[in-house]
C-alpha cells in the first residue's frame, strides 16, 4: 500500500486508493511551528503505524524520510500489543510476528535529524482533553495551581456521536472558566480503525494513541510557548497483568510513569524545556472520582466516560458497559449521586451484573490486574455500607462482603493513598500533594 503523504497549510493529508485523510489544525498553528518539516515525517508514521495491524496489509510504502523516531514508536507498538491482543483472545504472538514481518518502505532513507526549539516557556499547561473524569480532574488541578490551561480535543472523525457531545462540552468548559481551546480534526484516525478495513473488532488500533497526543500537541504548545504538557496518567495505570498467553503487560505501557518519562525524552528533541507528566499519578480511580465531584464540581458534572455512544441511541452514557458500571460504581462508593453526570439507571441491577469483573470474567485489560480486582471490591463495600441498593449489592453481601470487612483497613490505604508523583517536578509535587491531602485526609 502506498501513502502518498504531504503538507498543507493546516497540517498533513494522506492520500491513499484516491482518498484524502487529512490532519488539521485551527488558524496557523501548523503553518507557524518552525520544526514542521521534521515532525511531519514523524507524525506520518506515528498515525498510521497501527494501520497493518486491523488490516492485511503485509507492504507500506512512504513517500517520506525514514523517521527519526521510528524505532522508539516501533518498539512502543511491539509493547502495547499482548495487552490489546488479550483482549479479544486472539494470539499475540502471531501479531507480533505479523508486525515485525512487514516491510516499510521511504523515498528518502536519510534521516533528518531535529532543529531544537530553545524558546523559553511560561508557566502554562497544554491538556488533550477527552471529558472523562482523569482529564477533567487533570484540568481542575491545573486550573487551581493557575496554569492557565490550553485544551487541544483531537475530533478522531471514528466515532461522530461520541465527538460530537465532547466537543461541545469542550466548548462549554472553555466558556464557562475563561480557557483557550482547539479542536484538531484527525481524518488519519480512520486509516486505524477495524470498520474501515471491515475487519474484526479490536483494539489493536490505538496502540499508538498516546505517543500521538503528545506530539500533536506540539505545535500548540509553541504557539502558547506552555512549559507543561499533562496526560490524563492515573495510578491504576501502574498496575500489571500476566496475559493467557504469559506476557507480563500494563494495560497501557505509555500511560506508566516509565512510559511517560521516555516520551518525555522524546519531545526534548524537538522541545528540550517542555515538561511532560500527570497532575493525576498519585491517584487511583476511587480517589480521582473522589476529588473530582467533591472539590472540582463545576468541572465533575462535565464527565463523559463512554466510549460506546455510537452504537447507543443514548446521548452521554450508554449505560450499557463497563465503563459506565465502573462510573456508576465508583460515585456510588463515594455517597455521590451519578444523576448529577445523567447516569440515570441503576446499574446495581441484575442486568448489568456481566459489567462487573468482580463477579463475572474480566470484560478488558484495566480490569485484568488483582489490583482492579481489589478496587472493586472496596467499591461494592463503600457503596453497600452508603446504603445502595440492588441486585449487584445483594450478591456482593453474599460473595465478598465477609472478605472486605476484613481486609477494610488495607484497601483503604490501599486506595486512598497517595501514591509517588515521578513524573512531577518537586514545585508541582508539593502542590499537588497538599491538594489531594485535604481531601483525602491521608
Known amino acids: 500500500m502506498r501513502l502518498n503523504c504531504s503538507q498543507t497549510n493546516l497540517g498533513i493529508k ?27 515525517d514523524n507524525l506520518v508514521y506515528l498515525l498510521t503505524i497501527s494501520m497493518p495491524l486491523v488490516s492485511n496489509i503485509k507492504k507500506v510504502e512512504y513517500n517520506t524520510a525514514v523517521h527519526y523516531f521510528k524505532s522508539e514508536f516501533y518498539k512502543g507498538i511491539l509493547a502495547e500489543i499482548p495487552s490489546s491482543a488479550d483482549d479479544y483472545n486472539v494470539s499475540a504472538r502471531k501479531i507480533i510476528n505479523k508486525f515485525k ?20 516557556l511560561n508557566e502554562r499547561t497544554t491538556i488533550p482533553f477527552s471529558c472523562g473524569k482523569d482529564s477533567l480532574l487533570t484540568l481542575a488541578v491545573a486550573h487551581e495551581l493557575n496554569l492557565d490551561p490550553v485544551l487541544m480535543y483531537i475530533n478522531d472523525t471514528v466515532s461522530p456521536s461520541e465527538n460530537k457531545i465532547k466537543i461541545r462540552y469542550t466548548k462549554k468548559i472553555s466558556k464557562k472558566f475563561h480557557l483557550t481551546y482547539y479542536i484538531v480534526r484527525n481524518e488519519l484516525e480512520k486509516l486505524n480503525d477495524f470498520e474501515f478495513w471491515n475487519k474484526p473488532e479490536t483494539t489493536l488500533g490505538y496502540s ?82 473522589k476529588i473530582l465531584h467533591t472539590r472540582y ?27 459506565c458500571a465502573d462510573m456508576y460504581l465508583y460515585m456510588k462508593a463515594n455517597n455521590l449521586d451519578p444523576r448529577t453526570v445523567q447516569l440515570t439507571k441503576n446499574m446495581f441491577n441484575k442486568r448489568f451484573l456481566k459489567h462487573y469483573a468482580l463477579f463475572s470474567k474480566a470484560v478488558d485489560r484495566y480490569d485484568k490486574a488483582p489490583h482492579a480486582r481489589d478496587q472493586q471490591l472496596f467499591a461494592f463495600y ?58 483525602l485526609n491521608a
Open 101 to 120: 514481518s512487514l516491510k516499510i518502505k521511504f523515498k528518502d532513507n536519510k534521516v533528518k535529524k531535529p532543529k531544537k526549539i530553545n524558546i523559553d
Open 382 to 439: 463503600l457503596a453497600y455500607r452508603n446504603g445502595a441498593k440492588g441486585y449487584a449489592i445483594e450478591k456482593f453481601k453474599k460473595k465478598f462482603l465477609k472478605e472486605a470487612q476484613e481486609r477494610e483497613d488495607q484497601l483503604h490505604k490501599k486506595f486512598f493513598k497517595i501514591y509517588p508523583a515521578l513524573t512531577l517536578t518537586p514545585k508541582l509535587r508539593k502542590a499537588v500533594y497538599s491538594i489531594y491531602k485535604e481531601e
Open 14 to 40: 494522506i492520500n491513499t486508493k484516491n482518498k484524502n485523510f487529512h490532519l488539521i489544525y485551527p488558524d496557523k498553528i501548523w503553518k507557524n511551528f518552525p520544526s514542521k518539516d521534521f515532525l511531519f
Open 208 to 289: 499508538h494513541m498516546i505517543p500521538s497526543f503528545v506530539f500533536i500537541s506540539l505545535p500548540i504548545i509553541y504557539k502558547h510557548k506552555t512549559k507543561y504538557l499533562f496526560l490524563g496518567n492515573e495510578q491504576s495505570l501502574n498496575v500489571s497483568f500476566k496475559t493467557k498467553e504469559g506476557f507480563r503487560v500494563f494495560p497501557s505501557p505509555d500511560q506508566t510513569p516509565k512510559g511517560t518519562i521516555k516520551l518525555n525524552k522524546l519531545i526534548h528533541h524537538i522541545m528540550p524545556k517542555v515538561h511532560l507528566g500527570s497532575l493525576i499519578e498519585p491517584l487511583t480511580n476511587l480517589a480521582t472520582m
Open 297 to 323: 464540581k463545576e468541572f465533575g458534572k462535565y464527565q463523559i466516560s463512554c466510549d460506546c455512544l455510537d452504537a447507543s441511541s443514548q446521548p452521554r452514557w450508554c449505560q450499557n458497559n463497563s465503563m
